[in-house]
């Protein structure tokens, strides 16, 4: 299948699929002509690629594991290094929505004394 193909079944732009593989998170084979050429394979592991994206990981946290992407099962040891990116990223982004909650607060308190309105 070709990429153009291939993105749409996977939901995404053929830019995307060359981005992913730039990055490492993709090897699609090639024609003989040099064209690349998608599998089953492929358009499953985008589909991984692009929940975990969704879910709020970043392209480098699933480079750091992309080569268990593609597993059936997942060793222990695998699994921890999943786990290890993802619990980083829950940190960060609970800092980010306390610091957004602060900022919040912040704004509303000083609308709120200066208009002498109250937002909730």
């Given at each position: 299948m070709r990429i153009g193909d291939a993105a749409?079944?996977?939901?995404?732009t053929p830019r995307a699929l060359r981005y992913?593989?730039?990055?490492g998170l993709l090897r699609p084979g090639r024609a003989p002509s040099g064209h690349r050429e998608y599998g089953a394979a492929d358009?499953?592991?985008?589909?991984?690629?692009?929940?975990?994206l969704d879910a709020g990981l970043t392209v480098a946290d699933v480079r750091s594991f992309a080569?268990?992407?593609?597993?059936?099962?997942v060793r222990e040891t695998e699994c921890c290094?999943?786990?290890q990116v993802s619990l980083r990223r829950l940190a960060e982004l609970d800092a980010r929505i306390e610091r957004l909650t602060?900022?919040?607060e912040r704004l509303a308190?000083?609308?709120a004394a200066r208009f002498d309105t109250v937002f909730s």
């Open positions: 749409a079944s996977a939901g995404l992913y593989e730039e990055e358009l499953r592991r985008l589909r991984v690629i692009r929940e975990l080569d268990v992407l593609d597993g059936e099962s290094a999943v786990g602060t900022l919040r308190s000083r609308i």
